[in-house]
């Protein structure tokens, strides 16, 4: 026959009620370790954003100079400022044969 009253005395109240005090306690502070481990990591996601943002603002930048710097007149410009003279005529040289001889 089973004995109750050691049963009783293993479980009671008390025990439940600890039990679930120290339990609620820890999910309570894994909790708030993970909102903050979330929330850090949002701000350094955020961060990235930011820079990325600015970073292609950059680029168009960059891209407008270049197209502005390779149109013909900016060239031409460029090229008169380095002492390049335009040619008045153009001379044709006849390519030789490229086939190598034995």
């Known amino acids: ?13 008390k025990t439940a009620l600890t039990l679930t005090a120290v339990t609620l306690v820890s999910l309570a502070i894994i ?4 909102t903050n481990i979330l929330s850090t990591q949002g701000f ?3 961060e990235v954003e930011t820079k990325t943002l ?3 603002k ?4 960059l891209s407008v100079k270049i197209e502005e710097a390779t149109t013909l ?4 410009d460029l090229a008169m400022q380095r002492g390049y003279v335009r040619s008045k005529s153009i001379v044709f ?10």
């Open 1 to 13: 026959m089973p004995n109750y009253d050691l049963q009783k005395k293993l479980f009671n109240t």
């Open 31 to 34: 909790n708030l370790i993970g």
């Open 44 to 46: 350094a996601v955020s």
């Open 54 to 56: 600015a970073m292609e």
């Open 58 to 61: 950059e680029n168009q930048q």
């Open 73 to 76: 007149g900016a060239l031409q």
């Open 93 to 102: 040289i006849p390519a030789t044969s490229t086939f190598a001889s034995r």
